[in-house]
């Protein structure tokens, strides 16, 4: 079975065990809404090179196809509705790992986040076709989570925010947590569907499910350029 033979058939797979799934936690009371707020947020998590370009340990599946067309009309949209967007991205001033006080942690444990230099600024810098226009924040996390020790709650909330629109990688880490954070900070998480990738097959299945169960609501892009449309366009029609 060759590499796309078997993501297709894991695929299938997982779907069927989803559905018996689905029905299972929605007799348990699962899988509720939290629902679309009044004004979200663009989350973008980690959609740097060393995520979307080919050669990395951490380079991801899907970005060139999926990932990146999504983000595009979501940052259009973002901008067309001058609604806040953070680009967020990882990078380490101390990636020595003998160094008793690196800024990764114990991190570097599990990963090799020490690829990862802040030296050189290529690595950590978001992706070109999605690259931050003027007055959008870049903000550089140190762990998984974009809300752990990072302004960011506080920056939302001081600008009205009470939505999330949750994008980029990895759906099992960094998109996965930052989720999590955010539900638990009060905000409202969505998990836009065509926009999270990973680095194995199944992963971004499996973890949407899960996010879809527990944590937020998994949403496509589609709807949410229409939850975009909705909020956005009276308000530009209010402000001419």
């Known amino acids: 079975m060759n590499d796309k033979d078997f993501d297709k058939h894991l695929e299938q797979t997982l779907e069927a065990a989803f559905a018996e799934a689905t029905r299972r936690y929605q007799a348990r009371g699962f899988q509720r809404r939290v629902g679309f707020g009044s004004k979200p947020a663009l989350i973008s998590v980690d959609l740097a090179n060393a995520w979307t370009r080919p050669g990395n340990p951490f380079t991801c599946e899907h970005v060139d196809d999926q990932i990146i067309p999504s983000m595009q009309k979501l940052l259009a949209a973002f901008r067309k509705y001058n609604l806040p967007v953070v680009h967020v991205t990882t990078c380490y001033q101390i990636t020595d790992r003998k160094n008793p006080y690196t800024d990764m942690g114990l991190w570097h444990d599990k990963i090799p986040v020490d690829v990862v230099s802040q030296k050189d600024e290529n690595l950590w810098a978001i992706d070109s076709r999605i690259a931050p226009i003027e007055g959008e924040q870049v903000l550089i996390k140190k762990r998984a989570s974009a809300f752990h020790g990072t ?56 973890n949407l499910f899960d996010i879809d169960a527990k944590f937020g609501d998994v949403e496509t892009t589609e709807r949410c350029l229409s939850y975009l449309d909705e909020i956005g366009a009276p308000a530009l029609k209010k402000a001419a």
């Open 151 to 206: 302004y960011l709650a506080g920056y939302l909330r001081a600008a009205g925010v009470d939505t999330i629109l949750v994008t980029g990688v990895t759906a099992s880490a960094c998109v996965r947590e930052t989720i999590c954070d955010g539900l638990a900070d009060g905000f409202r998480t969505i998990a836009v569907k065509e926009a999270i990738g990973d680095r194995v097959p199944g992963a971004v299945l499996w």
